[in-house]
């Protein structure tokens, strides 16, 4: 890659308006890796012209075109596939094993997803005399965030390429690598120039003129609410769309009929994986006040299985959160449980044993934790676990719903038909069954304050469409 200070804009790679470049820091080491430049506004202007230019044409492929176009990405994206896995590694410090088999399949699995989605997806549709159709919404700003980089990336640039969209992208300055790969991918396929553009850039600066231009029609971000609200607040002067997927603070309901051990271990282990750093991560483990003790036990035991370490070590479970920033803000919220009078079960402040050097977080678990800790409210985003009691199911299900956030629940029960209608009850957008996973087809987004809009799937499409009614087309001549 040798792409790290240009931005590819209409087509070409092409040189920043701007002098400011940032340091891309290797989390593991605390070094830098690369330097990126750094967009203004005239960047995003110049890529802005390129995609509402490019949208004459590209929204008027037909099907098969588009078609044709995402299986060529994936033949490509698939053939550099460890490409990405490493990039990923050396930028957000995932472990190579989950950069391998989980980070960087992400983004094949969104391309096919959206492939399928569009394969099947009615565009038209006849009620009485009228045609109703969908069609591509126009020019879309994305923003994408830095924990499972590519994932983001593929599961908002898919559905904008499926539906007949342009883009300008502004990937996570902090993990922008994956971005410039897939951006060399796409230019490989053959992606017609203008119809999807990078500009690497901050929030405040990037991010901010592109969710207030005028003639970018969507916004799709993904990143923390507060970040997400001034992104909306930016739209709201030229009414455009606004897609958001945020953060989360999702509980993890064991009934008192579930296999306990088992589903705590699982618990224990979605929660540290990718090292806490997932906003539909099972945060909040709800247990009978009368197990507190049994599953703190449980959780204790697992967490032994949960080593930190550098992302290249074999034994490595969890690597290093992203930043100093992250590193930082977690350690506090720690120190708060402590504070605040929750049992720390293992872990705590500092890094890891042996580990003198990058981001690294001890995988700290808590019981006995009440729902006005600030441990039980706010969204921590490393590996952190709150383990809460409950009276009965009513009180469960009351706990699971006192959140600001809405992004997914998760019910444990001997019983699914149980387990079913406590999942009904809770206010989220996204509910897992005894450990059952995600699906790449169904609808990912959340309630409240984690955002609106859905991604994956042909509910990933509905967000870059618009839906117009031609009255009187079926009418006799």
């Not at 003639?215 to 606004?242: H, L, P, Y």
């Not at 981001?359 to 800790?373: A, G, L």
């Not at 009513?394 to 444990?412: H, M, P």
Request: aromatic share 6%.
């Amino acid at each position: 890659m040798s792409h790290e200070k240009q931005f590819y804009i209409n087509g070409q790679w092409v040189a920043p308006k701007g002098d400011r470049t940032v340091d891309v820091i290797n989390p593991a080491t605390e070094e830098a890796v690369a330097t990126i430049a750094l967009g203004n506004e005239e960047d995003v202007d110049i890529a802005v012209a390129a995609a509402r230019k490019a949208f004459e044409t590209y929204s008027q492929t037909s099907r098969e075109e588009r078609i044709a176009l995402l299986e060529r990405i994936l033949e490509i994206y698939q053939r550099r596939s460890e490409e990405f896995a490493r990039a990923i590694s050396l930028e957000m410090g995932a472990p190579a094993k989950l950069s391998k088999h989980a980070q960087a399949p992400s983004g094949t699995g969104h391309f096919a997803a959206a492939l399928k989605a569009l394969k099947e997806f009615e565009f038209e549709e006849r009620i009485g005399n009228t045609l109703v159709v969908k069609e591509p919404i126009g020019v879309c700003g994305l923003i994408t965030p830095w924990n499972w980089p590519i994932n983001q990336l593929a599961c908002k640039i898919a559905p904008a390429l499926a539906t007949g969209c342009t883009m300008v992208l502004k990937p996570s300055e902090v993990a922008p690598l994956s971005a410039l790969l897939l951006a060399e991918v796409l230019d490989e396929a053959g992606v017609p120039a203008g119809v999807f553009n990078l500009v690497n850039g901050d929030g405040p600066t990037v991010g901010s003129a592109m969710s207030a231009h005028p003639d970018i029609d969507m916004m799709s971000f993904t990143g923390s609410t507060g970040a997400g609200r001034q992104v909306m607040k930016n739209g709201a002067e030229t009414i455009k769309r606004v897609a958001l997927e945020l953060g989360g603070k999702s509980a993890n309901i064991l009934l008192d009929d579930a296999n306990l051990e088992k589903m705590v271990a699982h618990g224990v282990m979605s929660c540290m994986n990718n090292s806490g750093q997932s906003c539909n991560a099972p945060t909040r483990m709800l247990v009978p006040n009368n197990r507190m003790d049994e599953a703190a036990a449980i959780a204790k035991a697992v967490s032994a299985k949960v080593k930190a370490g550098a992302p290249d070590a074999p034994d490595t479970v969890i690597g290093p959160v992203v930043s100093k920033a992250q590193w930082s803000k977690i350690q506090d919220l720690i120190g708060k449980g402590i504070e605040e009078g929750a049992q720390l079960v293992v872990g705590g402040t500092g890094r890891p044993e042996g580990l003198d050097k990058g981001y690294y977080v001890q995988p700290t678990i808590f019981s006995h934790v009440t729902t006005d800790m600030t441990i039980a409210r706010e969204e921590i985003f490393g590996p952190v676990l709150s383990i809460i009691g409950y009276e009965d199911e009513a009180d469960a299900i009351r706990i699971a719903n006192d959140t600001r956030y809405g992004l997914s629940g998760y019910v444990s029960s001997g019983d699914l038909d149980r387990a079913r209608n406590v999942a009904r009850q809770i206010r989220t957008g996204m509910v897992h069954l005894n450990g059952a996973p995600l699906d790449n087809n169904a609808p990912f987004g959340g309630y409240k304050e984690s955002g609106n809009g859905r991604e994956w799937g042909h509910y990933g499409l509905e967000d870059f469409l618009e839906v117009k009614s031609i009255f009187g087309y079926y009418a006799e001549k």
